[in-house]
């Protein structure tokens, strides 16, 4: 597996945390204001993540066709 597939084999495991981070979020019952918050904030940094990653994707598999 070469480091494009890695990183892509990253990603899909990224979003399905992310996923299930937000399905968590929506239908878990009796969370706290500070639980919601740190879950929230955990969860937009899985999405930040996915971002950078998708732009190291975009961008490796740019530099590649040029090489």
């Known amino acids: ?3 494009i597939e890695r990183m892509e084999q990253e990603y899909i495991e990224l979003t399905g945390r992310g996923e299930k981070l937000y399905k968590a ?7 706290t204001p500070d639980e ?7 969860y937009y940094s899985i ?4 971002e950078i990653l998708s732009r ?3 961008l490796a598999k740019e530099l590649k066709k040029v090489i």
């Open 1 to 3: 597996m070469n480091y």
């Open 25 to 31: 979020i929506k239908t878990l019952e009796g969370l």
């Open 36 to 42: 919601l918050g740190l879950m929230y904030a955990q």
């Open 47 to 50: 999405k930040n993540y996915e």
């Open 56 to 58: 190291r994707i975009s």
